[in-house]
């Protein structure tokens, strides 16, 4: 999956989201993430939103403190987000269209933070933009052992990985679970009338037991310090 999806999701959806409606039972991983993400804002000068989509969520973290900069490998995504800051400017916010898979356009140790909101795991690659004691905290839905491979050879330490595996994601209809699968990266437009059999099969394991439409939710926390 190149930045081909990403960018056509841009100009879709007016950026990386969903606006399937559904509902959210038991504790989230991603609530216990942005809790901790906003303490960790309040004690950082300057941080890297590593993945930052259309900056919907750069912009609203910018509130708790820090100067932070968007990082997004899609040029698409990076306009939305510069568009959102022509309407609101905020002094505190900056987006770069840069790609992890190169060298990034930062000074060594300039940021004290990084954080990666299902954002690209090769910014790993790039501890050397991570002052010294600078914290990284990251939430993905899998490819953990990816993760911390490459904490462990990049000079991270106090390596810490939780799993939250509890809360329960229910939709209320057919249409709101297709926008949802819809939204996953790499996937099919489901709501294509024309995908309705691809649809269909897709479906089933979201059926649960009760009759419901839901899954559970599975996302790894994981947290390091630059060495």
Known sequence: MGMEWYDAIARRNGGYKSNAIYSVEGQ????VFEERLKELLAFSKHALDAGCGHGDFTIRMSSFGSRITGLDNSIEMIKLAEASLHDTPNPAIRFIHATTKEKLPFEDGEFDLIY???????????ARILKPKGKIIGIHTGAMEVVKERLASNEFVNIEVEIFDQAMIY??????????????????????????????ARKEPFILHDGRLGMREWKYIWTAEKR
Do not use: C, M, W
């Not at 990666?116 to 790039?126: D, M, Q, V, Y």
């Open 28 to 31: 989230s991983g991603e609530q």
């Open 171 to 200: 939709f209320p209809n057919d249409r709101e679970l297709a926008k949802f699968l819809t939204g996953v990266p790499g996937n099919i437009d489901y709501t294509n009338p024309d995908n309705i059999e691809l649809f269909r």
């Open 116 to 126: 990666n909101r299902r954002g690209p795991t090769s910014i790993l690659n790039h």
